[in-house]
């Protein structure tokens, strides 16, 4: 959520680096941002509320610095204002911080008693109040650490500068990401690689309860006793981020234009023939899939379930990561589970991940970053190529994930004899083909600004359809609710007149998709109803249908297995309009982060 940026040098002047960072970051949390540096020994802290380029105005002309640190922030503790935002200075040490003291208030009374006094409400200061007093306590910096691990509760990444240890930087880490990377008389801290990627592609990772002693020249990693870890350095394999949006005016549409090529990529190396398929993991074994993940990722998930029942006949559940890691999870050896991230680093995620591990259960995931602390401990990773996606809002992402889960269903399927293998050959032929099926779409801009010119000052707007085609309503509906702030829901087409039908009120804007022959009449009359009732709808389907009484988008007639790819960009398309007509915060909407690593 938020992102940390550090670094220690012996001659060069790291303010560049920290803001540089920080606005390779921001995409991640951007509510307030703070950097603090040493002035001739003196510390120097600037916070400001909104973004990068604010903070950046404050800091001093020509300020020189060879260490510092610094944050942008996704609040948890605390509105969002100057005060709580990081870093935070109590007493020796000044910090910045990712992740949630879940403890806070208790230790926040024990401090208080002691004497301390705080002026913010962040959980964060009070990590620095703790640390301040150990380090009284003790004068003695790795103790300090040691009991700090053991006394909080929570999830933290750490970055600390120490008032009387001018030339080094300390870093403490548990279930938040945190990397150290390394180049000639410079070191550099970050909660993501492409932090760093500027100044070097080498960088150490480290893991839960570690901590790590900084200077310019010299790395040392310790476990949670201080024992000397003997870390292995890292070299950055992945595409490094490009903040170019080329012709497009946002990363949003960028992204979404992206997606023939990003999806192709994806699938490229097994749709050649059914060897290559075969290249994907065998899950005959299993008897049930669970499917676990968050937001976007979980929708993929849910247009894999369609598929995986329907044409491999395997029972598959999906969950959501932030239900899933506190409820009874039937697991066992005939049980594989699926895990789905962009990020590679949502806190629910990788907390129902470690969950199945500890009960020595099989896991696969589908993780579109590289090195991630998700795609570290699977068992398996089927890596989407989506590149980097910096718009908040998931799109070259969710299409990845959704034809890489196809393509593995597809040889699950081939493995099952449940479809022939003609029937097989004639979908990745499709797949083949993906780029020109999709191009239509894309260039069909025009038809979705209309559609959104009608809709961006409604209040509410619904989404239904059935099977996959309900899958694809609740993305179209998170997309749009995400972005533009319109209130949204994704319904299945037969339930609606269970309750939420009493809602459509005259041109009431409903959206449904029915891309399946077997039941595309039943959704029909479902709309029929709502229609009816005065709402205005649209219909994305691969039938020849003439009526006139809602307005058909129609799209190639392809097999079940790409259907969702060719039905979500419309929707993509209308979120991205219908915000852009309401001058929406396209990439960086209101509250929200890229990499949700706080539970
Ligand atoms: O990085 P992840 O795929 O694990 O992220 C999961 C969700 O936080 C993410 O998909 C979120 O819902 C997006 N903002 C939706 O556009």
Redesign the pocket.
Known sequence: MCGIVGSVSTKTNIIPILLDGLKTLEYRGYDSAGLSYLKNSKLIINKVKGRVKELEKNIEKDAFSNIGIAHTRWATHGEVNETNAHPHNVGNITIVHNGIIENFSKLKHKLEEKGYKFKSSSDTEIAAGLLDYYYKKYENIDKTIQKFMKKVDGSYAICMMINNIPNTIYVIKKDSPLIIGTNKNTSYIASDVPAILKYTKNYYILEDYEYGKITANNITIYDKEGNILNKQLKEYQGSTLTSDKGIYEHYMLKEIMEQKTTIRKTINPYINNIDDLLKLPDLTKYERIDII?????MHAGLAAKYLFEEYTNTKCEVFLASEYRYQNNFLNNKVLSIF????G??AD?LAALKKVKENKCDTLGIVNVKESSIARILDKVLYTEAGTEIA???TK?YTAQVALLSVLILAHAYRKKSIKEEKILKILEEFRAVTSILNPILEGTKTYENIAKEIYEKSDVFYIGRGLDYALAMEGS??LK?ISYIHSEAYAAGELKHGTISLITKNTPVFASATNKKINTKTISNLKEVTSRGAKCYLITDEDIQDNSFEILKIKKVSMFLKPLLTIIPYQLIAYYTAKFKNCDIDKPRN?AK??TVE
């Open positions: 993940a968050c937001g976007t990722a789905i991230s962009q990020s680093e949502t995620t908040v809002a998931s992402a998170l997309k995400e929200l990499s949700v």
